[in-house]
């Protein structure tokens, strides 16, 4: 990093042309060694070896004639083979290197590789004729990008973005980031370009994803801008003291479509018209070069700035171009006569920016002498002005509804209403801001400094949303970085996976408990006729024992005292019929009165016995009173407690399913993020099998 006290405050070239000096100058050497190779000396000994034996004036195959430059040049039946300049439009080179049908020489090897890549680069040189000759170079766009008309409003059709087939490998991998020199947001789609060493990113402005690399192998962008309608993005820039070009690319497929410029300095600013008729560009040559779309001629130099030229962008209808230059020189041109329109004074600094309303009836300036300008196009007349950024302002852009973004030397970015009221500061960078602008909806603005940080906020609050790489690592190390995040939060989502078929089992569980315990309630009062029932039955029984009991007690009383009377009567007899000896009849009434006596004494043991018996029988049943009796307290005990448990069970039986949603809410939202994550490598792999070879 250079010291900041390197550059003076109020010079910010020095800054542009060191960040440009920094990157290597290898592709001005190589067009120079293109532009050796002529048809005399290097191509028509080729072509001679290896297809004038059907292709000389008297076998012309296909119509063509390769034996001599002008006949070549003709071309062949379809028209022109080769498109000087251009290789990958000339049929002659597509043919040769296999990359069109019929291959030529038709049905044999494709020549010497070395030949091909000669025929390639005297294209590319301009396809000379010999030594002597001069490049003519045709600039034509690929496609006719003019429009015939111009839609103010949103293009129709959904905005242009790009094809997921776009190149994802850098072009150049600096080991430290470049200050950020340029940057723009698609006024439709999601879609930031930002400037890159040798190339130009693309990233998604909602999802922060870089969406593509746009190779610039002319140098450093200074300037990006798509076009109204978001089909087209410009980039300007180039070498220092060497060389500068605009390039123009579709967003949509990514393809270069556009080249204009033949600066031999830095391209500084740059823009496309709204009908996509001209391209105007600006640098250290102080001169508004337009080119023409259609043919890529230079239309018309305006020469009246007296220093570099280093800001300029064309109405919103067409009608106007604005320009600024390094010494405070601002002024309005009439796009299409090149006619001076308005020249606005009041700036004492240099003019870094310019941005027009939507309406085309406002311009915005940003200047070096701190201020940010509003500019009526009526009169020409200055109607707002106003601080903006100490030290310097370095960028201003207004969105679709009128507010501003701007930048500058505090190193802050700055958000306006269109009275040039503050409406919020952001965050400051480490150093110097250099681009800031909104995004395509307003809801983001997006920012870089000095140090190549760039940073997304939301609009609204000020709120970080993330960074943007200018200097992103090489596919294969992002894959590498996403496969391992991956990787670990497979396991961690297995790990969760687990957890949540056990906390939905648990759930499960405390479920089925819930349902036990309330099955129980219901049979309660069930349970209790139940155990009253068998504690009546149980009492009856007992009753009936006892009063048998009693009545067999009585019975037991009453023979012991007849027992007793007839054995004492016996045994009177008997001794009566004792001492009478001989008294027949006494000794039959003793014999008798023995008799009724054994038998009283058999009823008392009888009876004796029932009572025995009864009072197992008793014992019996207070046995079961007994247990009858604690069935009941069980079953009122259940009355009592069987609601609190259900309630209980109720709560364990919501809080498990409870667990078992969280869970499985968060398993669903770590398997979306995985899905993204998924999708981001399988889009880095795909990236990596088509990857170009970083350009030396
Ligand atoms: C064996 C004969 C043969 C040889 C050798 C041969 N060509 Fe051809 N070439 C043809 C024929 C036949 C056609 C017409 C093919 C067609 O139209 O389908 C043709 C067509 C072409 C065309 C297209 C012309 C047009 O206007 O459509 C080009 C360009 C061409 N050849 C270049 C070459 C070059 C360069 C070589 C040497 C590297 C070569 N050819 C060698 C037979 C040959």
């Not at 090149?338 to 606005?344: I, K, M, T």
């Not at 400094?449 to 960074?467: E, P």
Request: hydrophobic letters at 40%; aromatic letters at 4%.
């Amino acid at each position: 990093m250079q010291p900041k006290s390197y550059f003076p405050m109020r010079v910010f070239w020095p800054l542009i042309v060191a960040l440009a000096l920094a990157s290597s100058a290898g592709h001005a050497a190589d067009a120079k060694k293109a532009s050796k190779i002529t048809f005399d000396e290097h191509v028509l000994p080729i072509l001679r070896e290896n297809c004038l034996g059907c292709h000389n004036q008297d076998k012309s195959r296909g119509g063509l004639v390769v034996s001599n430059y002008t006949t070549l040049m003709t071309g062949g039946s379809s028209g022109e083979v080769i498109k000087p300049g251009d290789p990958d439009s000339s049929r002659l080179y597509l043919l040769v290197s296999h990359k069109q049908q019929p291959n030529m020489p038709p049905k044999s090897a494709m020549i010497p590789a070395e030949s091909v890549e000669t025929i390639r680069k005297w294209i590319l040189g301009g396809a000379l004729e010999n030594a002597g000759s001069k490049a003519k170079i045709i600039n034509k766009p690929k496609y006719e990008i003019a429009l015939s008309s111009i839609n103010k409003g949103k293009p129709e059709g959904p905005p242009p973005m790009p094809s997921p087939k776009l190149s994802l490998e850098p072009l150049v991998r600096t080991t430290r980031a470049n200050a950020l020199t340029a940057l723009a947001s698609s006024p439709w789609a999601p879609l930031v370009a930002v400037g890159g060493q040798k190339q130009v990113l693309l990233y998604h402005s909602d999802t922060l994803e870089l969406l593509g690399v746009l190779p610039f192998p002319e140098g450093v962008p200074h300037v990006l801008k798509f076009s109204r309608n978001g089909g087209l993005l410009l980039a300007g820039g180039g070498r220092s003291a060497k060389s500068g070009k605009v390039v123009v690319w579709s967003v949509a497929t990514g393809e270069r479509i556009f080249t204009v410029g033949d600066e031999t300095d830095l391209v500084l600013t740059a823009d496309i018209s709204a009908d996509q008729t001209q391209i105007a560009l600006g640098g250290p040559s102080k001169m508004i070069r337009i080119y023409s779309t259609k043919d890529g001629q230079l239309l018309r130099e305006i020469k009246k700035h007296t220093d570099w030229v280093t800001a300029l962008e064309y109405s919103p209808d067409g009608v106007l171009l604005a320009t600024g230059d390094r010494s405070s020189g601002l002024y309005v041109w009439e796009a299409f006569t090149g006619r001076e329109y308005f020249s606005l004074r009041g700036h004492t600094g240099m003019i870094t920016d310019v941005s027009w309303r939507t309406d085309s009836n406002v311009l915005a300036s940003a200047s070096e002498d701190t201020t940010i300008r509003l500019w009526e196009m009526e009169n020409g007349g200055q109607i707002k002005e106003w601080g903006a950024h100490g030290g310097g302002a370095l960028s201003v852009k207004f969105t679709r509804d009128g507010r501003l973004v701007s930048c500058g030397r505090d190193q802050v970015t700055k958000a306006w209403d269109q009275n040039g009221g503050q409406q919020r500061v952001f965050e400051a960078f480490p150093d110097i801001a250099l681009r800031s602008t909104f995004t395509h909806d307003g809801s983001r603005v997006v920012a870089g400094d000095w140090t190549g940080q760039i940073r997304v906020w939301n609009a609204a609050d000020g709120k970080l949303l993330g960074n943007l790489l200018a200097n992103p690592l090489p596919v294969t190390e992002r894959l590498a970085i996403v496969t391992k995040e991956l990787l670990a939060r497979e396991v961690a989502q297995n790990q969760l996976m687990v957890s949540a078929a056990a906390s939905q089992s648990a759930a499960q569980k405390a479920a089925e408990e819930l349902a036990a315990a309330q099955k129980t309630v219901a049979e309660t009062p069930l349970i209790v006729k139940m155990a009253g029932d068998t504690l009546a039955k149980a009492k009856n029984a007992i009753d009936k024992t006892t009063a048998a009991l009693a009545t067999a007690q009585a019975q037991v009383t009453a023979r012991e005292v007849l027992a007793k009377a007839f054995a004492e009567a016996a045994s009177k007899v008997k001794d009566a019929a004792d001492r009478a000896k001989t008294n027949q009849e006494l000794a039959n009434a003793a014999a008798k009165s023995r008799e009724i006596a054994d038998q009283a004494a058999a009823e008392l043991a009888a009876a004796q016995k029932s009572v025995a018996d009864l009072t197992i029988v008793a014992k019996v049943d207070a046995e079961q009173l007994a247990k009858a009796q604690q069935n009941v307290s069980a079953a009122n005990s259940t009355v009592s407690v069987a609601p609190k448990l259900v309630e209980a069970k109720a709560a364990a039986a919501r809080a498990a399913a409870a667990k078992a949603a969280a869970d499985k809410a968060t398993a669903d939202q770590r398997a979306a993020t995985l899905t993204t994550i998924r999708a981001q490598v399988d889009k880095l792999r795909s990236a990596q099998l088509v990857a170009r070879p970083p350009e030396k």
